[in-house]
């Protein structure tokens, strides 16, 4: 039977219509095997929306990724960021709220050419540039080996003795029920007090950034994304009195001796 000349060019051994397209080099790269399962997953979520003309435009927001299964804004904010460390997408624009999402291209297409990136976007793209990442800890192996271990005692396996050589010991009951250090009730809490910093603000932020996180703050309703909107409010910021009256001092001391968020984490909440 003759090869039916139609079909040349063509990949007929698959099912018809488009296909995500992911580079053995992007795989097998120690950046993309660092990730967590939910970063695999949101990567092939980004790219599925690339359509030849418009890396740079895809969309990893709440709204989108709602209808595709995704529930927790908290899986996608730290599998974006997950992603955003490994160099394999670049984010071309910031999204604000309420209705405006962010952009973002993925690093092995070429960055195309659409209008509305943020500015410094375009020129900060650099493609394969998660070639460079290394995976920490890649080694799991022990550097003594694998071989099995000998779980019997130098001395051999003679019945020891379960008195002490110096003879059993009495107990005291005479003590004070008190510990030396005080009562645990009476030992001031270990986090620091954020009230000495009321006015303090962090250096290196751009005023813009906080005039508009300190907007976006009063639209977010307290709730389970608190301990996010404190930490990345203080990355965009804000003074501990602008957070103390969102939320509260103990709330606030709390979140912040976790560390300081991304100020794009802020915008991921309501995103």
Same mark, same amino acid.
Request: charged fraction near 25%.
């Given at each position: 039977?003759?090869?039916?000349?139609?079909?040349?060019?063509?990949?007929? $051994? &698959?099912?018809?219509?488009?296909?995500?397209?992911?580079?053995? +080099?992007? =795989?097998? !790269?120690? @950046?993309?095997?660092? %990730?967590?399962?939910?970063?695999?997953?949101?990567?092939?979520?980004?790219?599925?929306?690339?359509?030849?003309?418009?890396?740079?435009?895809?969309?990893? $927001? &709440?709204?989108?990724?709602?209808?595709?299964?995704?529930?927790? +804004?908290? =899986?996608? !904010?730290? @599998?974006?960021?997950? %992603?955003?460390?490994?160099?394999?997408?670049?984010?071309?624009?910031?999204?604000?709220?309420?209705?405006?999402?962010?952009?973002?291209?993925?690093?092995?297409?070429?960055?195309?050419?659409?209008?509305?990136?943020?500015?410094?976007?375009?020129?900060?793209?650099?493609?394969?540039?998660?070639?460079?990442?290394?995976?920490?800890?890649?080694?799991?192996?022990?550097?003594?080996?694998?071989?099995?271990?000998?779980?019997?005692?130098?001395?051999?396996?003679?019945?020891?003795?379960?008195?002490?050589?110096?003879?059993?010991?009495?107990?005291?009951?005479?003590?004070?029920?008190?510990?030396?250090?005080?009562?645990?009730?009476?030992?001031?809490?270990?986090?620091?007090?954020?009230?000495?910093?009321?006015?303090?603000?962090?250096?290196?932020?751009?005023?813009?950034?906080?005039?508009?996180?300190?907007?976006?703050?009063?639209?977010?309703?307290?709730?389970?994304?608190?301990?996010?909107?404190?930490?990345?409010?203080?990355?965009?910021?804000?003074?501990?009195?602008?957070?103390?009256?969102?939320?509260?001092?103990?709330?606030?001391?709390?979140?912040?001796?976790?560390?300081?968020?991304?100020?794009?984490?802020?915008?991921?909440?309501?995103?």
């Amino acid at each position: 039977m003759g090869r039916d000349r139609r079909n040349r060019g063509h990949d007929t $051994s &698959r099912m018809g219509g488009g296909f995500i397209a992911l580079p053995w +080099q992007v =795989v097998d !790269s120690p @950046a993309y095997m660092g %990730l967590s399962y939910p970063a695999k997953s949101l990567l092939i979520e980004i790219d599925r929306q690339y359509v030849r003309d418009n890396n740079g435009r895809l969309l990893a $927001s &709440r709204a989108y990724l709602r209808k595709r299964g995704w529930k927790s +804004q908290d =899986v996608i !904010s730290r @599998a974006l960021r997950e %992603l955003i460390e490994a160099k394999l997408i670049h984010q071309t624009v910031q999204g604000h709220f309420p209705k405006t999402a962010s952009w973002f291209a993925v690093t092995w297409r070429n960055l195309d050419r659409i209008t509305g990136y943020d500015a410094g976007a375009a020129e900060t793209f650099q493609r394969g540039c998660f070639v460079s990442m290394v995976i920490q800890n890649a080694s799991l192996k022990p550097s003594s080996g694998t071989d099995r271990l000998q779980i019997v005692l130098s001395c051999g396996t003679e019945t020891l003795s379960v008195v002490p050589s110096s003879g059993s010991m009495s107990g005291n009951f005479d003590a004070a029920p008190v510990p030396s250090g005080g009562h645990h009730l009476d030992t001031p809490s270990a986090l620091p007090d954020v009230r000495q910093q009321i006015n303090d603000k962090p250096v290196g932020v751009p005023e813009a950034v906080t005039r508009k996180a300190a907007k976006h703050l009063t639209k977010i309703s307290r709730g389970k994304h608190d301990e996010t909107v404190i930490r990345a409010g203080r990355g965009a910021g804000l003074t501990i009195e602008q957070l103390i009256k969102w939320s509260d001092a103990e709330t606030v001391s709390r979140s912040l001796a976790a560390g300081v968020l991304p100020y794009r984490d802020l915008w991921m909440v309501t995103t």
